[in-house]
């Protein structure tokens, strides 16, 4: 088969792996915090094996780079739990989606990291993103559940976003798969304490469900998506990975009998429309 036809099939598939992650939030029976340092745990421990394997280190160049990798780190640890936090405050659909507003956020932040100005049809894009989750809160109230996991799910995108941007700029030489050994080796770290007691009393059920999601869910789709930017251009990779709330949501719906509102369902429209025609608008930058 043609490779790249072949990266592409896997991105699709990597894609609908990234998209079930949102799925663990219910079935595990633990925490966003407790859930987090399962997932990272073992994400850091197939990481690492497979870094020694492909004959590199976890070492790192400098100083400089120890600081702004821990900063990562503890970035993505917070985005991580705010993540599971906010599909078990509202639910899956509605958290996945207030979660892909990162990309217009993204388009917020860059001109603090980038230099650049703020297009007109960023605000615009911004602004849709703002009417698409005013649409999702239930009878305009923030008094609920819902609302909260909304507002947690915004402010993991604005995590999420803040940490790609920093990655980018300051922690891009390393490989995918060793930058991420390294930050999820801290995001171990940084809440071990927090959760180690309600995980150590965790049944083998459990166990096995944290297993799975660090190492198939977020281990082994990380180093598949490094492998498939060797023969797809970034934008093919973007436009992929905004089928992520789809296939989050279809999954919900079929395999957790997730019930979205109409009110979920358009204002979920009105984001990832802006999250397509932003990536689409940067690629063509």
Not at 154 to 162: D, E, G, N, R, T
Not at 179 to 189: D, H, P, S
Request: glycine share 8%.
């Amino acid at each position: 088969m043609d490779p790249v036809k072949r990266s592409l099939y896997s991105l699709h598939f990597t894609v609908i792996l990234l998209g079930g992650t949102a799925l663990f939030s219910q079935i595990i029976p633990l925490s966003a915090m407790a859930i987090t340092l399962g997932r990272s745990f073992f994400a850091c421990v197939f990481l690492y094996l497979l870094v020694r394997f492909l004959g590199e280190s976890l070492r790192l160049n400098s100083t400089k780079d120890y600081i702004m990798g821990t900063l990562l780190g503890i970035i993505m640890a917070a985005h991580w739990v705010t993540y599971f936090l906010a599909m078990q405050l509202a639910s899956v659909s509605v958290g996945i989606i207030a979660l892909f507003t990162f990309p217009v956020i993204t388009v917020l932040l860059e001109p603090f990291f980038e230099g650049i100005k703020l297009a007109w049809q960023d605000v615009v894009s911004a602004l849709v993103v703002f009417i698409g989750i005013a649409i999702m809160v239930p009878d305009g109230s923030i008094n609920n559940d819902v609302t909260y996991g909304i507002i947690v799910g915004v402010f993991s995108a604005f995590l999420y976003s803040l940490r790609n941007l920093m990655h980018r700029k300051y922690f891009s030489h390393y490989s995918g798969t060793r930058a991420m050994a390294f930050q999820t080796l801290v995001v171990t770290g940084c809440i071990l304490f927090l959760g180690i007691e309600e995980i150590s009393s965790a049944d083998v059920n459990t166990w096995i469900l944290l297993a799975t999601l660090g190492v198939f869910f977020t281990a082994v789709p990380h180093t598949a998506v490094a492998a498939a930017l060797q023969h797809l251009r970034a934008k093919t990779f973007s436009l992929v990975a905004c089928m992520q709330p789809f296939y989050g949501v279809v999954f919900a719906i079929l395999l957790l009998g997730d019930e979205p509102r109409w009110q979920t369902i358009v204002g979920g429209l009105m984001v990832i429309s802006a999250a397509i025609y932003e990536t689409i608008h940067a690629q063509r930058q």
